[in-house]
């Protein structure tokens, strides 16, 4: 072999070794992340007369369609368990979602199910088990009642609009919206992008009052009510993965009832998009899975078929149980 050759294969081997050595860094950590997430979505209680032929719960589609967009599966949680089958879905499921609807916040099925896994969900944070809630409108007021241990909701009339949002400071540095670019954030401000059906909510007064509330949430941003009342309309919890929306993300793209205001523009269904996959990816944070494939398999939403509603209701499609 003449020296150059030797030369050339030396050198070769110092560039082969630099660059080993740059990809593989021994001192770098990263987290890792649950590519399979099953978020859960507890059923909702079937209070319209024109529902109860189908059901006794129900879960509308758009909120199924809306998690799996964000990249998860959806596992339905009925209100008929026992307290410790609650607890053995917990340690499977990655997420829960509270959706809206009309039921008492403090004596229904539906608000003792949702406490029982509240009470789990911060056992579990409180110990690095890490497992995020969202809830939306209704869900959002059940929190509060949760982490207040009471019933605070006033009218805050805003039924069938469409609205910005008025973002506190807070918002910027948030968990919910830190993925946001400063251009969206501004357009959040501007334009009508949340759909509001709701006619009581959390006043900013009620909250700033309450050292529970203030003490467990952080208010990123708020909004009028057409009696005038200044309403909390987005919130996150200070040291859980616990997030609240008193507005419906999940109709910007998948409810289209024309006598409604659904927000349809461009930047409305990019909002929907972006807290989707948001709280999707809370979920991916979640060590939690099922041991059997099979029981996964049959735990899921996919069991079911939901059933055309739009000539009945404001949404198109419904899955009850």
Known sequence: MSRMGHSSLVGLFLV????????????VKQEVMND???IGILTQIVSDDVMKPFGKTYIPASYVKYTESGGSRVMP????HTTAEYEEIFKKINGLI?????????????????????QLALKANNAGDFFPIWGTCMGMQLLTVLVAGENLLEKTTAENIALPLNLTTEAYSSQM????????MKILTQEPLTGNFHHYGLTVKIFQENKKLQNFFTILSTNIAENGAHFVSTLEAKSYPFYGV??????????????????????????????AEFFVNQ?????HHFDNPMEEASSLIYNYTPVYAANFTAYEQIYFF
């Open 283 to 287: 979920g991916r944070r979640s060590s």
């Open 77 to 80: 949680i009925r209100l008929t």
């Open 16 to 27: 082969s070794y630099v660059c080993n050595s740059r990809a593989m860094p021994a001192t």
């Open 177 to 184: 919206f830190k993925g946001f670019s400063d251009e969206f």
């Open 98 to 118: 509270f959706i809206g609807g009309a039921v008492d916040l403090e004596t229904s099925d539906f608000a003792r199910v949702a406490k029982i896994f509240y």
């Open 36 to 38: 399979r997430p099953v």
């Open 246 to 275: 008193q507005w419906h993300p999940e109709v910007n793209r998948f409810q289209w009832d024309s006598k409604l205001n659904y927000p349809h523009s461009l930047h409305a269904v990019q909002l929907s998009s972006q807290m």
